[in-house]
């Protein structure tokens, strides 16, 4: 089992920044591949970014490349979802999630946090 849980949530206007953390605990953090998704209302939940067990590969959906980045620290058993010049449409709930692969499919990972709420306002 591996334990996630997500801080760094909040209200921002639009332009701002972010910082969402994810920190694991339970089994060996650096085997695997983490994932970034979010929810907004009335919608299902989308892929964001993942980043590999490494660390050395980074994918993103194209509405946040440029602006969001994915970084881990395997010593810290920590996952970071960088995010820079938000824009309302990027208002949800963000989870982070541990799998096997860093792919885009959310039933390919096998832990999931409980969401922290970020707010964009115009």
């Known amino acids: 089992q591996v334990q996630l849980v997500e801080s760094g949530g909040g209200s921002v206007q639009h332009g701002g920044s972010l910082r969402l953390s994810c920190a694991a605990s339970g089994r060996t953090f650096n085997n695997y591949a983490m994932g970034w998704f979010r929810q907004a209302p009335g919608k299902e939940r989308e892929f964001v970014g993942s980043i590999s067990w490494s660390g050395t590969s980074t994918y993103y959906t194209d509405s946040v490349k440029g602006r969001f980045t994915i970084s881990r620290d395997n010593a810290k058993n920590t996952v970071y979802l960088h995010m820079n010049s938000l824009k309302p449409e990027d208002t949800a709930v963000y989870y982070c999630?541990?799998?096997?692969?860093?792919?885009?499919?959310?039933?390919?990972?096998?832990?999931w946090g409980q969401g922290t709420q970020v707010t964009v306002s115009s």
């Open positions: 999630a541990a799998g096997r692969v860093p792919v885009t499919v959310t039933n390919a990972y096998l832990y």
